[in-house]
């Protein structure tokens, strides 16, 4: 007799979601899952404030609270985009600011998870990339903040990517060392030990690519070139996208961080020029762009490396389409 844990994992999704595995179109999950998505946005920004703050987690305080007066909020307050527009973007009680960042984290993640229940083949799937697309948020917001990236994101992705790979092979159904792996099986699929071994695998890649740029740079320019929260969570998403994944997520994330690297020097180049101009002091372009240079390359890396494991994750079939026409 087969073991009926499939058939379980269905009928408790058609219980959670009865919109989605009904005849619903995609458009309704999308809507679904982006109303969803807009309330664990403002549990997001929670996680993104105390995480980074000692003595502080998600959990406690257990109620939000301003920073400023520590006003604790009421439900009313905590509507997601809709107490931030109502309340004129200020505290209630002190009337301080409340920062644009609050609504835009929620808004962003109701528009990914939306997206991730239009792109996914499944609920079930949905559910984990949801799950992936929301520590992403968490961890580039925290490392813009404090070029950090949580350890509750990072090591906790790498505890759960095995566990979810095993329990849910679809994951990495477009993984070819999982289909390789595999045990065969009519329509190629890819069983739980396959993805179970080739998120190990991709693991093993995300964090030992990053690990072996971040050698390679200190001994050509004698300093950190990689920090290890950058690798932690590559590592992370290589669980969940696999070695294939974890490449490509490099490559779009490296891509953009240099154009977006000398886009800041440019502006620093422009910032340091027009206050010679104003202190009407003499400083040449090459002084001015080796200035530039020196304040603009701090950047934190895991914003952009979200957003290469964020596209993969999504949208890897037309990633790979898309390389191969322009590279191929």
């Known amino acids: 007799m087969d073991f009926p844990g499939p058939w379980i994992r269905n009928q408790a999704l058609v219980i959670a979601f009865p919109l989605i595995e009904t005849e619903a179109t995609p458009l309704v999950a999308a809507l679904f899952f982006g109303v969803f998505g807009l ?35 009421a439900w009313y307050e905590n509507v997601p985009v809709l107490s931030w527009v109502i309340q004129g973007a200020r505290c209630r009680s002190c009337r301080g600011t409340i920062s644009a960042r ?3 984290v929620e808004l962003l993640t109701g528009a990914l998870w939306a997206l991730a229940a239009w792109m996914a083949p499944s609920v079930s799937l949905a559910l984990v990339h949801v799950l992936i697309l929301s520590g992403l948020i968490v961890a580039t917001f925290v490392d813009l903040d404090c070029f950090e990236i949580p350890d509750e994101v990072s090591i906790g992705g790498m505890v759960v990517a095995p566990l979810l790979s095993f329990l849910l092979p679809e994951i990495h ?5 999982a289909s ?3 045990t065969p099986a009519e329509g190629g699929t890819v069983d739980a030990g396959g993805a179970f071994l080739a998120s190990l695998t991709g693991m093993a890649a995300g964090g ?20 290890l929260g950058d690798v932690k969570l590559l590592a ?16 779009i994330g490296s891509l953009l961080a240099s154009v977006s690297g000398v886009l800041n020097i440019a502006r620093f180049f422009c910032l340091i020029r027009l206050r010679a101009r104003v202190r009407k002091a003499r400083k040449n372009a090459l ?10 390359r701090y950047l934190p890396f895991g914003p952009y490396l979200s957003l290469g494991v964020g596209i993969v994750l999504v949208d890897w079939k037309d ?9 191929f």
């Not at 992370?236 to 490559?251: E, S």
């Not at 990633?319 to 590279?327: D, G, N, S, Y």
Request: glycine share 12%; hydrophobic share 50%; with cysteine.
């Open 180 to 182: 390789q792996l595999s």
């Open 102 to 104: 609050y609504p835009l």
């Open 236 to 251: 992370a998403a290589g669980g969940f996208i696999g070695p294939g994944g974890v490449l490509m997520a490099l490559f």
């Open 319 to 327: 990633v790979v389409q898309l390389l191969e026409r322009f590279v």
């Open 39 to 73: 309330v664990v946005g403002s549990f997001l920004n929670v996680a993104i404030y105390r995480l980074p703050k000692e003595g502080m987690s998600v959990w406690r305080p257990l109620r939000s609270h301003c920073p400023r007066c520590a006003h604790e909020l």
């Open 208 to 227: 030992g690519v990053l690990l072996w740029i971040g050698w390679l740079g200190k001994k050509l320019f004698g300093r950190d070139a990689m920090g």
């Open 173 to 177: 159904a477009e993984t070819w060392i």
């Open 287 to 296: 002084r001015t762009l080796q200035a530039a240079r020196i304040a603009g």
